[in-house]
């Protein structure tokens, strides 16, 4: 399959996002989620920032704290034997988990796709007992004329999915938790389907170790159930290890496509392509057997978390998906794919 990758990738990166306060610095800058307003693109971004580290032997934790409404710093050893560094987004205490760094969400404006205007605050921060290690990874639906933008909230009560909606991305209406810990990924599909709203989510089962795609149901946007498994890794294969909902479903004149997100058991990224019946989003018509999109270029394979691409929102227009991923955990890439080949790659049966 033939993909087209912007010559100057990565379109956005750390250097280009002003730290949203003094002594902090961005240390990402991925996962956006994106939509057409009127005549622009918009990114909500997901931008990770750390302390800037003073003492090498020490490491500092950002964590939202409530009731100071504030951000405050714990301090951890680097040569305390009982803490594990040994993955550059987390610190594993003997009795908690803290990652670190904290992310929030940055609005970015374009007129072309490719140039952004990135602003200087956060467009949604942490606020809440539910968001106290940040808000990652937004997609945005567009229903019924207003945006709605899900995200994932981190704390140590667990990983949730959370709900905002907004009309022109200034200011936004928070409606919190609609899928309970451990749950990520979530995707709105545009628009009611049979009377109902759809959405894929994706649970996670620690004891059978499952990672997998499952799609729900709702009346109202806010209270979800009819819960169904949808698809999961398959065995040898470059989603073999978990998978994802990655962009918003598009609906194309052959059904629901949804392009989603699988890790190998060498935690390696991919981007592939289902198919999913246009009345009935459960019913999955045909999947891709091999990546739309891998990690192959340095500033997909070398970061902040190497080999990583991820997908949180793209564009179908003119026949073309205009997809804008994270890289590495690291920047904000640009590619397209031709619609038809991405059709053609699609194999009945290509499930689990």
Not at 187 to 216: C, E, H, M, T
Request: aromatic letters at 10%; a negative charge; one cysteine or more.
């Amino acid at each position: 399959m033939e993909v087209f990758r912007r010559p100057d990738n990565p379109i956005i990166e750390s250097k280009d996002v002003k730290p949203s306060r003094d002594g902090f610095e961005v240390v990402g800058v991925f996962n956006a989620g994106v939509a057409r307003l009127e005549n622009q693109v918009v990114l909500l971004l997901r931008v990770a920032e750390k302390p800037i580290i003073s003492h090498p032997e020490t490491v500092f934790v950002p964590i939202y704290d409530v009731a100071k409404n504030d951000i405050v710093l714990k301090k951890f050893a680097k040569d305390d034997p009982a803490n594990d560094f040994s993955d550059p987004r987390l610190i594993v205490t003997p009795t908690k988990i803290y990652l670190t760094s904290l992310s929030h969400l940055r609005l970015a404006r374009s007129q072309d796709g490719i140039n952004f205007e990135i602003e200087e605050t956060p467009a949604m921060a942490p606020a809440t007992d539910y968001e106290t290690f940040g808000l990652e990874d937004a997609r945005i639906s567009l229903i019924d004329g207003k945006y709605y933008v899900t995200y994932t909230a981190v704390s140590p009560l667990g990983i949730t999915a959370c709900l905002a909606s907004t009309e022109d991305f200034t200011t936004f209406e928070r409606y919190g938790v609609i899928f309970c810990p451990d749950n990520k990924d979530v995707v709105l599909f545009g628009g009611r389907i049979n009377g109902k709203y759809y959405a894929l989510s994706r649970p996670d089962s620690p004891l059978f170790k499952r990672q997998d795609i499952w799609i729900s149901e709702s009346d109202d946007l806010f209270c979800w159930g009819n819960h169904r498994y949808l698809m999961g890794p398959r065995t040898n294969c470059w989603d073999g290890k978990k998978v994802g909902a990655g962009a918003v479903p598009i609906k194309t004149k052959q059904g629901w496509l949804e392009i989603y997100h699988g890790a190998d058991s060498d935690d390696r990224y991919c981007l592939g392509a289902v198919l999913l019946n246009e009345k009935e989003p459960s019913q999955i018509i045909a999947r891709s057997q091999t990546p739309v999109l891998e990690p192959e270029t340095d500033y997909e394979c070398e970061g902040f978390f190497g080999n990583i691409v991820f997908s949180c929102g793209l564009l179908c227009e003119e026949g073309r998906l205009r997809i804008y991923y994270g890289a590495a955990d690291t920047s904000i890439c640009y590619a397209e794919l031709a619609l038809a080949d991405v059709m053609e790659c699609l194999k009945p049966g290509e499930n689990d």
